[in-house]
Structures are given as structure tokens and as C-alpha cells.
T-cell receptor, first 112, second 109 residues
Framework: EPEVTQTPSHQVTQMGQEVILRCVPISNHLYFYWYRQILGQKVEFLVS????????KSEIFDDQFSVERPDGSNFTLKIRSTKLEDSAMYFC??????????FGDGTRLSIL | DAKTTQPPSMDCAEGRAANLPCNHSTISGNEYVYWYRQIHSQGPQYIIH???NNETNEMASLIITEDRKSSTLILPHATLRDTAVYYCIVRSGSEKLVFGKGTKLTVNP
């Protein structure tokens, strides 16, 4: 069964550094999402992306965050200048029209 | 999106049916009920969804009451691998999924 793939599984970064989290969505999917889950807390929506533009974003997704689909297969989340509170699991999801979202297994981001 | 209420935890014996309730009394006519689960910090896994009618797939059954104010997810023969947090989510036109705290289901041998 096709799946969403995320790399790396664990990323350790110094505070203030830029980080890029990578996702390969399921190949024929057109809608892409990022969520995050701080340890012990709920899964929170960050952003949705369709047709090469952001379709919806949450209050968490401020100017420090950006998303990109640089080629036909990857979908990336960039955090420009990381803060301690950015430490979390970051999940990518994708779907096709009127289908449920399918999630990857996440990247654990640790900010030191 | 309508708010959902789920019990924080439930236990089930291996091999028995697990019935997970969800209350969504403020659901509106065009909102779907989705169920996902999360096994120990893995990504949320889609289980099933429905609008009005009961649904069944290879993983589970979803029973939605006639007034749509509540639903039950049924795992017909729970296994140890079904131990997870189960999320009931009501979604309308917005693309985002709003996760609550879910129900932590523990399947006991």
C-alpha cells in the first residue's frame, strides 16, 4: 500500500538555525498538509497546500514557517530560525480529492 | 467544525469487540465523522469515515445514530496491536483535521 514518507526520522538542531523537514506524499495525491504534535499534547494543524499555494494555515504557522513543493515529488516544511518551543513531532499528510488524509510517521525535531 | 467528546480511556479484552463512543451533538448536516488512531507516537492512521449511513471496512465499523449526534467505532475482534489513541473528528468544508485528546484504548491479553 502506498504511503507518505518523511525524512529524517529525527532531526537535532541548534536554536536559531534553519531546518527543513522533507516529505514524499503518495504519488497521485494533490493536497498536502503539515501537522505537529508537541510531546504529550494534541496533534495540531499547521498548513494545507494545494495547486502550488497555501490554502489554509493556522496561527502557529507564522512568518518563521514556509512550505514548498520544489519538484513533482517532495513537499517541504522550513522553519527559518528555530526556537526551543518548535521541538515536536512534525507529521506530513496527503490526500486526493474527497479522500481521507494519510499521514507519514513523522519527523521528531529536537531544538537544543 | 463541531466539537467532539470522547472518554479519555477504555479497556478491552483481546478477541472481544471494542466499542468506542463519540459525542458530536453540534454536528451540522454537511459534516463528516472521521476516525483516526495513533499508535505510540506514529503518525495518525485513517480508520473510517461516514456522513449518515453506517460504514464498514476491513478495519472497523462505524455506527452513526439517526440524529447524527453521536457515533460508535467498532473494532470487531480487538488485538494487542489495536492498543492506541483513537480520535473522532468532525470535518466540514475546511481541509484541516482538528484533533482532540481522543480515547486511549488498551487491549489486554
Amino acid at each position: 500500500e502506498p504511503e507518505v514518507t518523511q525524512t529524517p526520522s529525527h532531526q537535532v538542531t541548534q536554536m536559531g538555525q534553519e531546518v527543513i523537514l522533507r516529505c514524499v506524499p503518495i504519488s497521485n495525491h494533490l493536497y498536502f498538509y503539515w501537522y505537529r504534535q508537541i510531546l504529550g499534547q494534541k496533534v495540531e494543524f499547521l498548513v494545507s497546500f494545494y495547486n502550488n499555494e497555501i490554502s489554509e494555515k493556522s496561527e502557529i504557522f507564522d512568518d518563521q514557517f514556509s512550505v514548498e513543493r520544489p519538484d513533482g515529488s517532495n513537499f517541504t516544511l522550513k522553519i527559518r530560525s528555530t526556537k526551543l518551543e518548535d521541538s515536536a513531532m512534525y507529521f506530513c499528510a496527503s490526500k486526493n480529492w474527497d479522500q481521507p488524509q494519510h499521514f507519514g510517521d513523522g519527523t521528531r525535531l529536537s531544538i537544543l | 467544525d463541531a466539537k467532539t467528546t470522547q472518554p479519555p480511556s477504555m479497556d478491552c479484552a483481546e478477541g472481544r469487540a471494542a466499542n468506542l463512543p463519540c459525542n458530536h451533538s453540534t454536528i451540522s448536516g454537511n459534516e463528516y465523522v472521521y476516525w483516526y488512531r495513533q499508535i505510540h507516537s506514529q503518525g495518525p492512521q485513517y480508520i473510517i469515515h461516514g456522513l449518515k449511513n453506517n460504514e464498514t471496512n476491513e478495519m472497523a465499523s462505524l455506527i452513526i445514530t439517526e440524529d447524527r449526534k453521536s457515533s460508535t467505532l467498532i473494532l470487531p475482534h480487538a488485538t494487542l496491536r489495536d492498543t492506541a489513541v483513537y480520535y473522532c473528528i468532525v470535518r466540514s468544508g475546511s481541509e484541516k483535521l482538528v484533533f482532540g485528546k481522543g480515547t486511549k484504548l488498551t487491549v489486554n491479553p
